[in-house]
């Protein structure tokens, strides 16, 4: 991108226009992710409740979240009287600045990134960390009290969850020797047994493992301990209304893209498909090959934060101490045992065994899948006549048939 510009403008026009462009399209991927999210959520839980969902509003009730926007825009935007009314304002902003910034070392493809750092992973790391603040400063800053509770749970909760998430993002980084995101998915090209989630057991157990920390970390469910309603309100959201309101949720979609990126760089083989023996931008040319890269990393930030969202209509939320639990007494010495088993196999495994080990756990996940799709997709056994009881029920008698009888 900055050699396309530099080809019609000088330095440092040219620059400006490179940061411009970059912005604009992150901005654009955010608000679109999200805009589709909103509907996603609404249509994830509507099936999983037996419900419908959105219908009314566009094809599939698709513009529903054009309409939440709306509706958000036009509600009154106020301040408690004894809040903070700068801190008040500025939190959500924080938020969503920490969320967007994340995106900055997300490569899309090869060579499709706004800033390619060579500590790229831990750069996300840290910038999506800092949302934190905004949530702290929002229950601060509202003169709530279960909103600063909720600011308070949130920031326990983070900053616990960070560190298995940080461990799990450093056994692929042992795996691959950098930090460079670009430079990780280029490391994965070619057939998906390539891929580092099945490099060896360690690096297929912490893909789990730093999802279900990540998820944490965005605040969803079962861990969104933050905005507890069922015990405060709202948490740090219980005095915001509006536009602000709409602006929290547009910063927790933009981390669960982001969090289901750095998973699908670190262990999913980033932008490449996993049946292709090359890069397609090499093949193919930077727009044409790119262009089905960005589309390859899309579908699988989507399909993770897919399921995140089965995750919240699947789970009961957790209970504060549950939470903090299952971080300090369970992932967290999980990590750092597969830590220490990713450095010991790297050292002491063979090549054989670990090319045996990259095949079974390839093989094995892909015959697993098939196994859950054909079990999703086979039709329902077929009901019993009227009066009759179907399956392992079957000549069992009814109150229908009872009664005839």
């Known amino acids: 991108m900055p050699s396309f510009w530099s080809d019609y403008l000088d330095p440092p026009l040219s620059g400006i226009a490179f940061g411009v462009t970059a912005v604009a399209a992150i901005f654009g991927f955010i608000s679109g992710s999200a805009f589709f999210a909103i509907w996603a959520e609404r249509k994830v ?33 106020h301040a408690p009287a004894g809040a903070d009314r700068l801190l008040f304002r500025l939190a959500p902003y924080l938020a969503f600045c920490a969320a967007f910034c994340g995106y900055i070392a997300l490569p899309f493809g090869a060579g499709l990134v706004a800033a390619e750092l060579s500590v790229g992973a831990f750069f996300m790391l840290a910038v999506l960390s800092s949302e934190v603040f905004g949530v702290v400063l929002a229950g601060y800053a509202s003169a709530n009290k279960w909103s600063l509770f909720g600011g308070v749970r949130e920031a326990a909760q983070v900053v616990s969850y960070e560190v298995p998430r940080a461990l799990c993002v450093v056994v692929p980084v042992c795996v691959t020797g950098t930090l460079n995101l670009t430079t990780i998915g280029n490391q994965q090209a070619g057939w998906f047994w390539g891929w580092n989630l099945f490099h060896d057991p360690f690096t297929f157990l912490a893909f789990f493992v730093f999802f279900v920390t990540a998820t944490a970390s965005c605040k969803r469910a079962p861990f969104d301990l933050a905005e507890a309603e ?139 899948l098939l196994l859950l799709a054909a079990s999703v997709l086979r039709p329902p056994a077929a009901s019993g006549p009227a009066g009759h009881l179907p399956g392992a029920w079957a000549g069992r008698a009814t109150p229908l048939t009872a009664g005839r009888k």
């Open 45 to 77: 839980s509507a099936r999983m409740q037996d419900r419908l969902g959105p219908t009314r509003v566009g094809p599939f009730g698709l513009l529903q979240s054009l309409a939440d926007g709306i509706k958000l825009i036009s509600k009154e935007d």
């Open 230 to 368: 069922s015990e405060l309100v709202a948490g740090f959201l219980t005095e915001y209304s509006g536009f602000r309101w709409s602006i929290f949720f547009l910063a927790e979609y933009g981390s669960m893209f982001a969090v289901s990126g750095l998973a699908a760089l670190l262990f999913l083989g980033g932008w490449h498909t996993g049946v292709l023996p090359f890069e397609p931008a090499a093949e193919w040319g930077f727009w044409l090959g790119n262009l089905l890269n960005l589309a390859v990393f899309a579908a699988k930030c989507w399909a993770l934060v897919l399921v995140m969202m089965w995750m919240r209509w699947s789970l009961p939320r957790l209970r504060i101490d549950q939470v903090m639990t299952t971080c300090l007494q369970y992932f967290l010495p999980i990590a750092c045992a597969l830590l220490v088993g990713v450095c010991l196999w790297q050292l002491l495994a063979p090549p054989a065994v670990t090319a045996a080990a990259r095949y079974v756990l390839a093989f094995g996940t892909l015959g697993s």
